[in-house]
């Protein structure tokens, strides 16, 4: 968080950089809530998790890391433009 805002204003005069960052932004927090739903749930149940509730948290976990992935990809776009992927 810190070094996105310290970046944020380097890369804000680029046009559609303040959408991007936008995105950027509610993906973070979306991870940061989903993880922190997830690892309160693990607490709470003391790790056993086990039938419906099991299938339930491994999609979680499943959404969380996608959501990883998608962080990473626009952080990637605000670093290197838009086209920073060769395919």
């Not at 005069?13 to 940061?32: D, K, Q, T, Y």
């Not at 693990?42 to 976990?61: C, N, P, T």
Request: hydrophobic residues 55%; without cysteine.
């Amino acid at each position: 968080v810190i070094a996105g805002r310290l970046r944020a204003s380097a890369v804000a005069s680029r046009p559609g950089a303040m959408e991007l960052i936008g995105v950027h932004r509610l993906l973070a927090f979306s991870v940061l809530a989903l993880s922190v739903g997830l690892a309160v749930l693990r607490l709470w149940r003391h790790g056993r998790i086990s039938g419906a509730a099991r299938i339930l948290y491994l999609g979680l976990v499943s959404t969380a890391a996608a959501l990883v992935l998608a962080t990473g990809h626009q952080g990637g776009k605000i670093s290197f433009g838009e086209s920073f992927l060769p395919f």
